[in-house]
C-alpha cells in the first residue's frame, strides 16, 4: 500500500521540474499549546527562546485561531481546509471504537499538490485522521511518515510506525525521536525542495517524563495561575499540571532550537519558511478548567448538572483560550523581522498560504474554505474579514453540537444538542469570557444576538451541517 503511494507521488514528482526558487518549509505543530504558551506571546513562565526566535524573526501572527478546539477535526483543517462537519470528522478519532473512520480517501490535500510540484514530503509525529491503511499519511501526499496514527503515545519510549512500516517501541524521548528524524529528512533531502511537518505530541497529557535538563528549572517552582481566586479552584492539582506543562513546552522549545542550528549550518535558512503554530489552544485552570473544547473542570467541588448530555465534571465551549493557537511565520527576505499580523486567520488558510508560498496553483476542480495569508505576511494592505465561524459536536465524554461566529468584538455560541444553552460575550470589554450576556434585555445585546445567529444559520446550511 505505502509503497505503491510513494512510487506514484515520486513518479509524479520527477515528471515536473523543480525550480530552485522554491523555498523549503518546515511546518512545526505541536498539540494543546495555549495561546499564551510561547514566552514570545507574552508569558513570561515558560522558557521558549527558539520559539522565540521564530516569532522575532518573522512574523507573530496575534489572532490565529483553529476552527474546532479538538484535535482530529483541527487536523482536517490542516490539512484539507475544510470544517470537520463537512469531513464526517467532528470529534477526536477514538482508534477503538471509532477503527473505521478518517480522513476522506479521495480528498486532495496541500502535501499532495506540493509533491506534484517536486516536494518531497515527510511528516514525523502525530497523524489523528484515521488508522487503516486508506488512510495512511502516504495516501495523502508524504512520501516518509514516522510516529503514531492514532492520538496519543507516552512522552518517553513510545512505540511508534517506523519508515518501514515496522510498529515497534522507540526507546528515548519522543520529542526527541521526532525531532532525529526531522533532521535525518533535512540532511537527505537539502539538495531539493522539501515541506516536512514536525508533529508534536507533547505538550499533550501526559506531561512527564522529560529530560532532566527541561524538568529543573520547573521542579520545584510555585508558579503564578491565572486566577487562583475562582470558586472551589484545585489550587494545588494547577500549579503542580502547570509545573509539567511548563516542562513539556520547554522539551519542544529544545528540539526547535535543534532544527534551526540545523538549517542554519546546512545554509538552508534563507531559502526555508519555518512556520509554528498548534492544533488548538489550551487551558491552563483559566475558566476553572484544564484541557481544551472537551474541557475538564479542575475544581475540588463541581457544579450541578445543568444540562442532561453534559456531566458536571465537564465544561465544553468555544472560548478563545480553546481556539486561539500561538502562531508565527518565518519567511527570510518577504516577511520582515518583528511583523506582528493583526487580523483573524485561522487553520483553514495554511492549505492555500502553503501553495502560495511554494508557487504551486490550486486545481479548480479542489474546494477549500481558508484564504491565501501571504499579502497580510508581506505587510501589504488588503480587505480582510475578520469573522470566524467555529464549530464542535462532541461525542466522547459529553454530547454537543456548539456552533459559534466570532468577531473582533462579539462572540455568540448556540448548543443545537442542548436547547437554550448558549453564551454570548463582549469581547472589546470582557476578552477573558466571564460575563454571558445571552439573557441581556440591552437592545444593543438583543441585536447582536439577532444578527450573529443569523450568521450561525446561513454558515450551517452552507456546510449542510447535520445538526440542523
Same mark, same amino acid.
Given at each position: 500500500?505505502?509503497?505503491?503511494?510513494?512510487?506514484?507521488?515520486?513518479?509524479?514528482?520527477?515528471?515536473?521540474?523543480?525550480?530552485?526558487? /522554491?523555498?523549503?518549509?518546515?511546518?512545526?505543530?505541536?498539540?494543546?499549546?495555549?495561546?499564551?504558551?510561547?514566552?514570545?506571546?507574552?508569558?513570561?513562565?515558560?522558557?521558549?527562546?527558539?520559539?522565540?526566535?521564530?516569532?522575532?524573526?518573522?512574523?507573530?501572527?496575534?489572532?490565529?485561531?483553529?476552527?474546532?478546539?479538538?484535535?482530529?477535526?483541527?487536523?482536517?483543517?490542516?490539512?484539507?481546509?475544510?470544517?470537520?462537519?463537512?469531513?464526517?470528522?467532528?470529534?477526536?478519532?477514538?482508534?477503538?471504537?471509532?477503527?473505521?473512520?478518517?480522513?476522506?480517501?479521495?480528498?486532495?490535500?496541500?502535501?499532495?499538490?506540493?509533491?506534484?510540484?517536486?516536494?518531497?514530503?515527510?511528516?514525523?509525529?502525530?497523524?489523528?485522521?484515521?488508522?487503516?491503511?486508506?488512510?495512511?499519511?502516504?495516501?495523502? +501526499?508524504?512520501?516518509?511518515?514516522?510516529?503514531?496514527? @492514532?492520538?496519543?503515545?507516552?512522552?518517553?519510549?513510545?512505540?511508534?510506525?517506523?519508515?518501514?512500516?515496522?510498529?515497534?517501541?522507540?526507546?528515548?524521548?519522543?520529542?526527541?525521536?521526532?525531532?532525529?528524524?526531522?533532521?535525518?529528512?533535512?540532511?537527505?533531502?537539502?539538495?531539493?525542495?522539501?515541506?516536512?511537518?514536525?508533529?508534536?505530541?507533547?505538550?499533550?497529557?501526559?506531561?512527564?517524563?522529560?529530560?532532566?535538563?527541561?524538568?529543573?528549572?520547573?521542579?520545584?517552582?510555585?508558579?503564578?495561575?491565572?486566577?487562583?481566586?475562582?470558586?472551589?479552584?484545585?489550587?494545588?492539582?494547577?500549579?503542580?499540571?502547570?509545573?509539567?506543562?511548563?516542562?513539556?513546552?520547554?522539551?519542544?522549545?529544545?528540539?526547535?532550537?535543534?532544527?534551526?542550528?540545523?538549517?542554519?549550518?546546512?545554509?538552508?535558512?534563507?531559502?526555508?519558511?519555518?512556520?509554528?503554530?498548534?492544533?488548538?489552544?489550551?487551558?491552563?485552570?483559566?475558566?476553572?478548567?484544564?484541557?481544551? +473544547?472537551?474541557?475538564? /473542570?479542575?475544581?475540588?467541588?463541581?457544579?450541578?448538572?445543568?444540562?442532561?448530555?453534559?456531566?458536571?465534571?465537564?465544561?465544553?465551549?468555544?472560548?478563545?483560550?480553546?481556539?486561539?493557537?500561538?502562531?508565527?511565520? /518565518?519567511?527570510?527576505?518577504?516577511?520582515?523581522?518583528? @511583523?506582528?499580523?493583526?487580523?483573524?486567520?485561522?487553520?483553514?488558510?495554511?492549505?492555500?498560504?502553503?501553495?502560495?508560498?511554494?508557487?504551486?496553483?490550486?486545481?479548480?476542480?479542489?474546494?477549500?474554505?481558508?484564504?491565501?495569508?501571504?499579502?497580510?505576511?508581506?505587510?501589504?494592505?488588503?480587505?480582510?474579514?475578520?469573522?470566524?465561524?467555529?464549530?464542535?459536536?462532541?461525542?466522547?465524554?459529553?454530547?454537543?453540537?456548539?456552533?459559534?461566529?466570532?468577531?473582533?468584538?462579539?462572540?455568540?455560541?448556540?448548543?443545537?444538542?442542548?436547547?437554550?444553552?448558549?453564551?454570548?460575550?463582549?469581547?472589546?470589554?470582557?476578552?477573558?469570557?466571564?460575563?454571558?450576556?445571552?439573557?441581556?434585555?440591552?437592545?444593543?445585546?438583543? /441585536?447582536?444576538?439577532?444578527?450573529?445567529?443569523?450568521?450561525?444559520?446561513?454558515?450551517?446550511?452552507?456546510? +449542510?451541517?447535520?445538526?440542523?
Amino acid at each position: 500500500m505505502k509503497k505503491a503511494a510513494i512510487l506514484f507521488l515520486t513518479a509524479v514528482a520527477l515528471c515536473r521540474p523543480a525550480s530552485a526558487a /522554491r523555498p523549503n518549509i518546515v511546518f512545526i505543530f505541536t498539540d494543546d499549546q495555549a495561546p499564551f504558551a510561547v514566552a514570545a506571546a507574552g508569558d513570561k513562565r515558560f522558557i521558549t527562546p527558539n520559539i522565540d526566535r521564530i516569532f522575532r524573526e518573522g512574523a507573530h501572527l496575534t489572532n490565529s485561531f483553529v476552527t474546532t478546539p479538538v484535535c482530529s477535526p483541527s487536523r482536517v483543517g490542516l490539512i484539507a481546509s475544510r470544517y470537520g462537519t463537512e469531513m464526517g470528522i467532528t470529534d477526536w478519532i477514538n482508534p477503538g471504537s471509532e477503527s473505521t473512520l478518517g480522513l476522506a480517501p479521495q480528498t486532495t490535500t496541500w502535501p499532495q499538490l506540493l509533491a506534484r510540484a517536486g516536494y518531497r514530503n515527510a511528516l514525523f509525529g502525530k497523524w489523528h485522521l484515521g488508522t487503516e491503511d486508506k488512510y495512511h499519511p502516504t495516501q495523502f +501526499g508524504y512520501h516518509e511518515f514516522l510516529g503514531i496514527r @492514532t492520538g496519543g503515545c507516552p512522552p518517553k519510549n513510545p512505540v511508534l510506525e517506523l519508515l518501514d512500516g515496522q510498529v515497534k517501541k522507540v526507546e528515548g524521548f519522543t520529542c526527541d525521536i521526532f525531532t532525529d528524524h526531522t533532521l535525518q529528512f533535512i540532511r537527505e533531502n537539502r539538495q531539493r525542495p522539501f515541506a516536512v511537518s514536525l508533529h508534536f505530541r507533547a505538550p499533550h497529557a501526559p506531561w512527564l517524563p522529560v529530560r532532566d535538563e527541561d524538568w529543573e528549572p520547573f521542579k520545584d517552582l510555585d508558579p503564578e495561575i491565572p486566577n487562583p481566586d475562582y470558586p472551589n479552584l484545585n489550587v494545588a492539582q494547577v500549579k503542580k499540571r502547570t509545573r509539567e506543562y511548563l516542562a513539556a513546552v520547554k522539551s519542544i522549545d529544545r528540539n526547535v532550537g535543534r532544527v534551526l542550528g540545523l538549517l542554519d549550518e546546512l545554509e538552508l535558512s534563507a531559502n526555508t519558511i519555518v512556520i509554528f503554530t498548534s492544533d488548538h489552544g489550551y487551558n491552563l485552570g483559566e475558566h476553572g478548567v484544564w484541557y481544551k +473544547g472537551n474541557a475538564i /473542570r479542575i475544581l475540588t467541588k463541581n457544579p450541578p448538572q445543568e444540562w442532561k448530555n453534559i456531566p458536571p465534571n465537564r465544561r465544553p465551549n468555544l472560548w478563545d483560550t480553546s481556539l486561539r493557537v500561538p502562531t508565527a511565520v /518565518r519567511w527570510p527576505e518577504v516577511i520582515k523581522p518583528g @511583523t506582528n499580523v493583526t487580523h483573524t486567520v485561522s487553520n483553514l488558510d495554511w492549505y492555500p498560504t502553503l501553495l502560495a508560498m511554494a508557487g504551486v496553483d490550486l486545481p479548480p476542480e479542489v474546494t477549500i474554505r481558508g484564504r491565501d495569508i501571504t499579502p497580510l505576511l508581506r505587510g501589504d494592505s488588503v480587505d480582510w474579514d475578520d469573522d470566524l465561524y467555529v464549530e464542535y459536536s462532541m461525542h466522547h465524554g459529553a454530547t454537543t453540537h456548539m456552533r459559534g461566529y466570532r468577531t473582533p468584538q462579539w462572540k455568540l455560541m448556540r448548543d443545537f444538542a442542548s436547547p437554550g444553552r448558549a453564551e454570548l460575550y463582549d469581547l472589546e470589554n470582557d476578552p477573558d469570557e466571564r460575563t454571558n450576556l445571552i439573557e441581556s434585555d440591552d437592545p444593543v445585546h438583543v /441585536r447582536i444576538r439577532k444578527e450573529l445567529d443569523g450568521k450561525i444559520l446561513k454558515q450551517m446550511q452552507a456546510l +449542510g451541517d447535520p445538526a440542523l
